[in-house]
């Protein structure tokens, strides 16, 4: 006799998140299976709170939506066999025409405008490229990855993706009309 697999959705990911022996970790749901991340070190919590800062006030300024940080849930695929995807984003910007209304201790049912990771020593190559072919599925239309080592930033869009290194300018396209920033600007020096 075979073995079914388990695969938990993301409405039972919900309750199990809230539980008192998951409430200190930091998880996502991937196709179904909880999979737990390491804590972020120092220069992660920096550069996560410069880039939510400028993001931020300019979403601010020009009244283009919301911005979100410290890892909320974006359901990014939902299916018939329970193989759900629920992964947090360290930036998220929802633009005006997309937000769901009034925050609630809901997961956001949609793929952000913008989504920001911010990559760590830790990070798998495998599980940033599935993050990244997630988001966009899930309707992302840009991505950015702030890689710390290197200290460059590639930027991914359905069409392809591109990286910038310290000298050249970050900018939010059509994504995040007018905002630009230097990238050596967001590492700590």
């Not at 299976?33 to 993001?55: C, D, F, Q, S, Y």
């Not at 830790?122 to 966009?136: E, F, P, R, S, T």
């Amino acid at each position: 006799m075979a073995i079914q697999e388990q695969f938990i959705s993301a409405d039972r990911f919900l309750e199990l998140a809230d539980a008192p022996e998951y409430q200190d970790r930091v998880l996502d749901l991937v196709e179904g299976v909880i999979i737990e991340m390491p804590r972020p070190k120092r220069i992660h919590g920096v550069v996560v709170a410069r880039l939510t800062i400028k993001i931020g006030n300019h979403v601010g300024q020009n009244d283009l939506g919301e911005v979100t940080s410290g890892d909320p849930g974006f359901v990014l695929e939902r299916n018939d066999y329970g193989r759900d995807t629920v992964r947090g984003l360290d930036i998220a910007f929802i633009s005006k025409s997309r937000q769901l209304g009034p925050p609630d201790f809901s997961w956001y049912e949609l793929g952000p405008d913008l989504a920001v990771e911010v990559i760590s020593p830790g990070n798998k190559a495998g599980d940033i490229h599935l993050k990244v072919m997630q988001l966009l599925s899930a309707g992302t239309r840009l991505v950015w990855l702030v890689y710390l080592e290197s200290r460059t930033v590639a930027a991914h869009t359905a069409e392809g993706a591109v990286t910038l290194t310290e000298a050249d300018t970050l900018s939010g396209g059509d994504v995040l009309p007018g905002f630009e920033l230097r990238v050596g600007d967001i590492f700590p020096s």
